[in-house]
């Protein structure tokens, strides 16, 4: 019995050694595919509702057909109807989630001063070292360059490039991102730049004795040159006075969800005064 | 043999190690045209699988792609993609090509890259308005064309010693 059993495990290591190549690939797709499973982006949604879809056609033609045992036939009713539920629940959630975030834009849209055109991102830059995102609104729809991108919840970035229906947009996360800022409490300018985190970027500029608190607003400065004054950066998330030089270490979290990024608003006005307004600084803090 | 084992994944670890800051640094920047940007931890990615056997190309070609997943937060896509490559550049291994290799290395990179990027951008077509044959034209050729020129020059600037070191021997396969 004993040497039955090493003749086994003998055979089984001998059919994982020839194999291990194999094995290891298999491994490594497996790993793969549940990494793409944690995402959360329309690809993703595309191909669960592909699945959803083939997996009940399967279950459409290759359900029991025998009427011998009522018990199956009922089972695959079920089934098919759990399925048919599945994927309409699919589709009333996405259709949910998009309904809230129109509902969200429709009434930011309302209540902001300046004159905006909604757009759709059609296609967000594959590269992490160009981060642009291309917008469904051209110069025909009155998008040039230099004028800014915002969603109801602050600044996304800049147009840097226009064609007649479509238009190039460079976000926060860009290494060559920069823009004057300020500190809502305490008025302190600086500049902020990407320091390669997602969702977050640098403050430069603001000496170590300074008040800074974590949970400052940010917010465009009067002196920046493409942006209007007091559209919202983000939030101070963290603050380092332990490096080398006399400024602090100042990281923001930007108040924009670039990963969930889908539809945004270009600022087609360029006039200083509606965004000088006092109580401008909080219609991204939903104040107003 | 466990020794040189142990070196060979140290230089190649730093060799990576090197080439991804290089590429989020310098090649990012310096090198890009356009959008179209070459992608060393790919070529390093088909070097590996192609010199020293499917499976140290494959578990590469996974944390590669890992490190730039994490970039881009795309996770599993370039790790899935790289893995792939990496395993299947080892099929185009050939005692009698290693003659030619520095001509025949960069046209793998490139068929390699080419099939890297289908798979990646055909995935990024997925579910959304962009046209996978223009996406695929436009980035992915363009692309896998850069890798493989680059190949060729990194072929060349790279030491006869280290080259000789990493050697795939099909007799002498390493014990990983």
Known sequence: MHWKFRNLLDGLYQIIDIYRNYLVL??????????????NNPQLTYIRQRVIFISALLANHSGDQSEAIESVRDWNLLRQENIDLAKRNIVLEDAYLENVKLRQMLKFSARFPLQTIPAQIIFKSPNPRFSTLTLNKGFRDGVRKRQSVITDKGLVGLIVDVSDDYSECQILLDQTFRAAAKIQRTRLNG?????????????????????????????????????????C???????????????????????????????????TDTSKTASSRSGFENVFLGEQ | MRRKRNIL????????????????????????????????????????????????????????????????????????????????????????????????????????????????????????????????????????????????????????????????????????
């Open chain 1, 26 to 39: 298999l491994g490594l797709i497996i790993v793969s595919v549940f990494l793409l499973q944690a995402n």
């Open chain 1, 191 to 231: 500049i902020v730049f990407w320091q390669g985190q997602p969702n977050e970027v640098g403050f430069y500029g603001v000496l170590k004795n300074l008040d800074v608190r974590v949970g400052d607003v940010i917010l465009t400065s009067d002196y920046s040159e493409f942006f209007l004054p007091n559209f």
């Open chain 1, 233 to 267: 950066i983000g939030v101070v998330s963290g603050i380092n006075n332990e490096i080398a030089g006399i400024f602090k270490d100042i990281r923001i979290q930007t108040a924009v969800d670039f990963n969930r990024l889908e539809e945004v608003f270009v600022v």
């Open chain 2, 9 to 176: 994944i140290a230089s190649i670890s730093l060799t990576a190690l090197a080439f991804y800051f290089l590429q989020i640094t310098f090649v990012n920047t310096v090198l890009a045209v356009g959008q179209n940007v070459p992608d060393l931890l790919l070529i390093l990615a088909i070097f590996v699988g192609f010199r020293l056997g499917p499976m140290p190309g494959s578990i590469f070609g996974f944390v590669a792609g890992f490190f730039q997943d994490v970039l881009t937060g795309f996770y599993g896509l370039q790790s899935l993609t790289k893995t792939l490559v990496g395993f299947f550049s080892n099929l185009f291994i050939n005692q009698r090509v290693l003659l030619i290799e520095k001509y025949y290395f960069p046209l793998i990179v490139l068929i390699g890259s080419l099939l890297h990027d289908a798979f990646y951008y055909w995935f990024q077509s997925l579910g959304s308005k962009l046209e996978f044959g223009s996406l695929f034209l436009q980035y992915g050729v363009v692309n896998s064309f850069y890798n493989g020129i680059l190949a060729f020059l990194l072929y060349l600037m790279t030491p006869r010693k280290f080259l000789d070191f990493v050697h795939y021997d099909p007799r002498h396969e390493f014990d990983y």
